[in-house]
């Protein structure tokens, strides 16, 4: 009998669709009585499909116990009539390590599964087990496509994993894909990063024929790229004039990280000009070449006193991550101005380095400043670490006399200046 039930396995294992053989399988394994504490391979299994968790965990907990000697009941599980048996089944089956590798053959049969959680969960699987397949990569990213949103996480999260071999399959849904499936495959592509420099033939052809939804991720997958998408230049260029201010903002920051310091006039004719919306895209362009766009400095300092709040921000923001001494200036100079306070403030925190310069000013807030104020300045002083030295002694004087809620604000930002200054020595 156990030279039988041997013969079966072997067969399970080659053929997992074989069930003729399953059921044999199952009723020797019956008339073994071989027992697991206290239940056969069988009844274990069969309590994977429990509506109450507790008896799940137990046969899955029972089941990993078994190691190799689960491998064909697990195979058996994929069939079972419940999709929880199923998906539990795929998931033990991706923790065998080595052993699971003789149960691919039924997982890959598990990605016709009916049920979308138990294919997700053979893909998973799958992919634990080290296996590459064109049809893996398809059912990943058919998963990709979920109205699950764990379901398209997973997925996305595991054909990442693929790197330069899941690009083929992009390009091709990004050329004659439909609707969303175009989307989704731009969005895998700015996940791929680098490995995607193959794709940038089509993401221009994509911001050419596709809607503003994808030439939107068209164009962020593209910024990753940088000077790799060089080739989209010209195309980027041509869509300049948009009338969709939201892709125009997509459009320069794509500019921005791919041309670079070749489009800074163009950047500053923009904030000289009268329409709102390409100051604010080109604002954001400069914030992106940070110390690249110092010739911009003049023409941001003048939009950071702009009425519209929008513009306003954008430049501090610019400001902050260019960080020329002229900019880190006039952001001190600023904090002092009720008015512009809190946006100077959020702007020098973004040029953490350069804002020892301002800590005599930040420490003038701490006595003059509203609650909101005090509280940034604070927190400043706190992530500046040992610069923050020269207003060591103010800070403890203000947590002292502090009463309200920045007392705990401030016992923080000195613990972080006394931290980091015994690590500084």
């Not at 804002?355 to 940034?376: A, F, N, Y």
Request: proline content about 2%; charged content about 30%; overall charge neutral.
């Amino acid at each position: 009998m156990d030279q039988r039930l041997e013969i079966l396995e072997r067969r399970i294992q080659a053929c997992p669709d074989d069930v003729q053989a399953l059921r044999e399988w199952g009723a020797l394994v019956d008339r073994l009585d071989w027992k697991h504490h206290g239940r056969s391979p069988s009844e274990w299994l069969e309590q994977l499909g429990a509506r109450d968790w507790e008896t799940r965990f137990e046969a899955a907990k029972r089941l990993e116990g078994l190691g190799g000697r689960a491998l064909t009941p697990l195979i058996a599980g994929l069939k079972h009539s419940e999709a929880t048996a199923r998906y539990n089944c795929a998931d033990l089956l991706g923790r065998l390590g080595e052993l699971g590798h003789c149960a691919i053959p039924a997982l890959q049969l598990a990605l016709g599964d009916s049920s979308e959680m138990v294919r997700r969960r053979a893909s998973e699987a799958l992919t634990q087990l080290g296996h590459r397949s064109a049809v893996l990569l398809q059912t990943l990213f058919d998963n990709c496509n979920s109205n699950d949103h764990y379901t398209a996480s997973e997925s996305g999260e595991l054909l990442v994993q693929f790197q330069a071999e899941a690009i083929p399959l992009l390009i091709e849904t990004l050329d004659y894909g439909q609707g969303r499936q175009r989307v989704v495959a731009a969005k895998l592509l700015t996940r791929l990063g680098a490995h995607a420099e193959k794709a940038v033939p089509a993401l221009i052809r994509s911001l050419k024929n596709g809607d503003s939804e994808l030439q939107r991720q068209s164009l962020s997958a593209l910024k990753v790229l940088k000077s790799k998408a060089a080739d989209a230049k010209e195309t980027l260029r041509a869509m300049w004039d948009s009338d969709d201010g939201e892709l125009r903002g997509y459009l320069a920051v794509a500019l921005g990280s791919i041309a670079g310091t070749t489009m800074l006039d163009e950047f500053c004719r923009e904030l000289r000009g009268n329409d709102p919306l390409r100051r604010i895209a080109s604002l954001r362009a400069l914030e992106l070449l940070e110390e690249k766009a110092a010739a911009a400095i003049p023409d941001i300092l003048k939009m950071r006193l702009s009425s519209d709040r929008e513009i306003s921000i954008g430049a501090y923001r610019a400001l902050g991550r260019i960080k020329t001494a002229r900019s880190i200036e006039m952001l001190i100079e600023d904090i002092l101005d009720d008015r512009q306070r809190l946006n100077a403030m959020t702007a020098l925190a973004a040029a953490t380095s350069e804002s020892t310069q301002g800590v005599d000013t930040l420490v003038l807030i701490l006595e003059t400043g509203r609650v909101i104020e005090k509280r940034h300045a604070i927190r400043l002083l706190g992530d500046l670490g040992h610069q923050a030295k020269p207003g060591l002694d103010s800070l403890r004087e203000f947590f002292q006399s502090e009463t309200g809620s920045l007392r705990f604000e401030a016992a923080s930002a000195i613990s972080a200046i006394e931290s980091d200054i015994r690590k500084a020595r």
